[in-house]
DNA sequence: AGACGTACCTGACCGC
DNA sequence: TGCGGTCAGGTACGTC
């Protein structure tokens, strides 16, 4: 499931291979994934040459020499492959010739991805990033802007993170890990937390996703970068998808639980966690 | 405006 | 072996 460490490891993946090449062909092979394609889109890719590969939240932004921006999010099972060899699969639904002679592959079975072409200068205010939250690992996202954010919200402090608009990129898995670094119990109401709470939040989000980024993200069923090598950070979890599992903190006593919030499965350890 | 529930989609997995 | 049910979850959208 691409959550920042995903989409950055793919887009670095990406960057050498695409800037400065030029998109020689573009097929389609749908006419949507989890929207249609607008109408020109092969138009304004064709014959672009790409400038710059970059990440905004979990989305991919490949800026072009004609001002255009191509925009994708991967969803939830969207990869990106480079070079594949490979006979086509079902769900290879787009594909990129570079004048390099590589070849991208879009592949997304469960097509909850989805991609638009704008205009670069216009991209501030598109509904898509016109109101995302800062992005966690840069300068603007501070303790103090967490702080203030969060106390706007009376929901649970777990559904307030997978909030895109409080900070940009994290997903449930990276939520409960940071819950459980920062020793907070997910159901907490998200205004009740003290400074020292939101400074130790602050720093575990941080902290998480360096270090799954330079595990190249988690590899659960669908993410690869896009040479197909793993993601490893997985085998660090310390909670998610680890229920009736022992926690690794507070010596090996108590178990990992599941709970449900706002449809989505939060796991977290009741006694390290308040 | 925020909170909450639901739709979208397919593959993996479980129980019978 | 096969089949139906359930779960996984990022985002948009409708409703209150």
Redesign the pocket.
Known sequence: ???LPEVETVCRGLGPVLEKQRIEGVILRRP?L?YPFQKDFIRLLQGAVVEKVERR???ILIHLQTGMTWVT?????GRMILGAKEALN??DHVTIKLSSKDEIRYRD????G?MVIVKRDTLKGH??FK?LGPEPLSAEFTPKTLEASLA?????IK??L????VV??????Y?CEALFEAGIDPRR???TLDETQVKRLHSAIQRILKCAIAAGGST??DHRHVTGELGYFQYQFSV??REGKKCKKCNLQFQID?I?Q????TFFCSHCQK
């Open positions: 499931m691409p959550e949507n989890r939240a979990k989305y999010h991967l969803g939830m099972s079902p769900h079975p469960r097509r909850f989805y509904p898509y109101s706007l919200r009376k929901g649970s559904t307030v997978l909030n895109q608009h940009a990129g994290l997903g449930n898995i939520v109401a998200s205004h659960l069923q998610y998808d599941r449900n706002g449809g989505r499965s």
